[in-house]
């Protein structure tokens, strides 16, 4: 890195600091977790973590996390487009409703998502005579988790899709280009990285989320528990070293997750020449 | 080398009416309880309280902190300064004696009735009517009946209802385990949502109109029909259930340190004279000394047939272990292909 003149100095410092407030805040805690867990012998930690009960709950986790994230990149995305393209009557009020699942206390979420789509709820009652359950059931799981996902990707697509100039568009569509064809070779790879990183985001939400799923969830074994119930439920045996186990692998799991996203939306950065 | 005596004797007199300013200041008591005893415990608190600065002059300001049982028990375990727990099962004591070492081991001989002041039992909750015609525990496997309970692995009271319904078939089958275990297995077969918590189970039956049967504290069970209106519900007792003794202990290794080991005994103490007996009563608790509450709460519990959890299963650090460990019977009802 090359030593440019600078309107602020202090690079020292400020690494410093950062340093130190990361390790504070961040690795702390954490090592705390890894240091926990080994106690545990190899063959015992491979017991804890693998156990079918256990296995199960990373399967629910993990998948319902990804399908929750992938379809708040889709709505997300759309959601982003209409505020930033569009003038309509309580646009503002629609852009402070996005944020709101930020504010709200997610077992406030939870209840309230668990009475709507209950059998006698406003929605669950239209749904059940179709024969399809979302309370108390994996479904049920994946609802609460685009909910609580959604502002990530709105958050991250807005700014950058703001920045694009509608000329883009217009100058494609002059040169010949379809409708799609502007879409997926002019508006898709610029707003890619930021896509990439809302999605990102989302998902790491979604599979640490406890509290306004664990309403809804049903909470049967092999079937609606989510990792962070199969901690818990390991702390109300006073097992502090099998819940600091498993809470090691959604770590590494998670960590992993958001590495891959990370190096993609550098990839995608670089394919489209944007340095973000 | 007189100006430092005398420095010194006025520091230490200093000290002295500092510390006995703290003596004579309102002495706190921390009460560490679970969910359900929240309003027993408002009332017998300004009662006590009463006592106390009657009996002794000194004021007395107790708090009270409620939640799940064996999270409670795990605040105590990490540092919450309890002076006194009075939480849902033996089990969670033991590990603040075991984890934390604020307790004897012996902690229960401390007080009588195995420091249970009042006990609890598991009923049924159903829908008025009874429309699936619910009599006991047999009716709760018939096809078609949905049963709520919460889930035993994160909640105290679910373990109580699921010992019960082993414990029924037990007797039913001539202490036949096998046959407990296929009934226990059936039995959670039509549970449709495990709630983590007792509290979680009574709203998905109430509120969300879910299952034909909630199994619940006694307590929690009139506690709903009073304030739901009995219009809704009502309470099926059936022939056989557990007797449920949430028992109470002082946190010696806090008491000691805050210097209220009297006051935390005598609290405890007063839940067994006649006045917290009558109030326990009145909060929908099973007196140990009926003869000190009101005939009228008294005629809200119906006799039934109890069994102990120290009878059958021989306390709770064994049927933890053996039901509700990682692996344990519990699991292996939920674990593919198993029943």
């Known amino acids: 890195m090359a030593r440019t003149a600078r309107v602020l100095p202090g690079f020292g410092p400020a690494l410093g600091l950062t340093l130190t407030w990361l390790s504070l805040i961040v690795l702390l805690p954490l090592a705390s977790v890894f240091l926990k867990a080994s106690s545990l012998s190899l063959s015992e930690f491979w017991s804890v973590v693998s156990a079918p009960r256990v296995a199960a709950s990373y399967r629910l986790s993990f998948g319902m996390s990804f399908a929750a994230a992938a379809i708040n990149a889709v709505f997300g995305l759309m959601l982003a487009w209409c505020l930033v393209r569009y003038r309509f009557p309580g646009k503002r009020l629609v852009d402070a409703l996005v944020d709101l699942p930020f504010a709200l206390p997610t077992a406030v979420a939870g209840i309230s998502l668990t009475a709507l789509y209950a059998k006698n709820g406003w929605i669950g009652q239209y749904l059940d005579p179709l024969g399809i359950q979302v309370a108390f059931k994996p479904l049920g799981v994946m609802v609460a988790l685009v909910f609580i996902g959604l502002p990530f990707v709105v958050r991250t697509v807005q700014p950058v899709l703001e920045e694009l100039d509608i000329e883009h568009e217009e100058a494609a569509a002059s040169l010949g280009a379809g409708r799609w064809q502007t879409f997926r070779r002019v508006i898709l790879p610029v707003l890619l990285p930021a896509l990439l990183t809302g999605f990102a985001l989302a998902f790491a939400r979604a599979v640490g989320e406890y509290g306004s799923v664990i309403f809804i969830a049903g909470n049967i074994p092999m079937v609606s528990e989510i990792t962070p119930l199969m901690i818990i439920t390991k702390l109300e045996q006073y097992d502090y070293v099998g819940a600091t186990a498993v809470a090691e692998v959604m770590l590494l799991i998670s960590f992993a997750s958001l590495f891959i996203v990370n190096g993609l939306q550098a990839w995608a950065a670089r394919r489209t020449g944007r340095d973000r | 080398m007189k100006r430092s005596t005398l420095f010194r004797a006025l520091l230490t007199g200093v000290a002295a009416a500092a510390l006995s300013s703290v003596a004579w200041a309102d002495q706190t008591l921390l009460n560490v309880s679970y969910d359900p005893t929240r309003e027993l415990y408002q009332a017998f608190n300004a009662e006590f309280a009463a006592h106390w600065k009657k009996t002794t002059g000194e004021t007395v300001t107790i708090k009270q902190s409620h939640g799940g049982s064996g999270k409670q028990a795990r605040s105590v375990i990490d540092g919450l300064e309890a002076d006194v ?83 029924y078939a037990l007797k039913k089958n001539g202490n036949d385990e096998a046959k407990a275990r296929d009934f226990v297995a059936k039995l959670l077969k039509q549970v449709p949502v495990l709630d983590s918590g007792a509290r979680g189970s009574t709203n998905t039956f109430v509120q969300r109109n879910i299952g034909d049967v909630l199994l619940a504290w006694e307590n929690e069970a009139l506690l709903s029909i009073n304030e739901l209106g009995p219009d809704k519900f009502e309470i099926v007792v059936p022939s056989l259930s557990i007797l449920a003794e949430p028992p109470v202990a002082v946190v010696e290794g806090v008491a000691k340190k805050r210097g209220t080991e009297k006051l935390a005994k005598a609290y405890l103490e007063y839940l067994y004279s006649p006045t917290g007996q009558k109030l326990a009563a009145k909060n929908y608790y099973r007196p140990r000394n009926p003869e000190h509450a009101d005939a009228a709460d008294l005629a809200r519990f119906p006799k039934l047939d109890l069994i102990t959890i120290d009878s059958v299963f021989g306390g709770w650090q064994k049927a933890q272990k053996t039901h509700f460990s990682d692996g344990g019977v519990f699991d292996q009802i939920y674990a593919p292909g198993g029943k």
């Open chain 2, 85 to 167: 727990v009075t939480l849902a099962l033996a089990y969670d004591i033991d590990e603040i004696a075991e984890l934390s070492n604020k307790l004897p081991k012996d902690w229960q001989k401390k007080f009588a009735a195995n420091s249970a002041p009042y006990t609890s039992t598991i009923v049924f909750l159903v829908r008025k009517g009874n429309p699936k015609g619910i009599k006991d525990w047999g009716d709760l496997i018939k096809p078609g009946v949905e049963i709520i309970t919460p889930n035993p692995k994160t909640s105290g009271g679910a373990r109580w209802n699921y010992l019960a319904a082993w414990a």
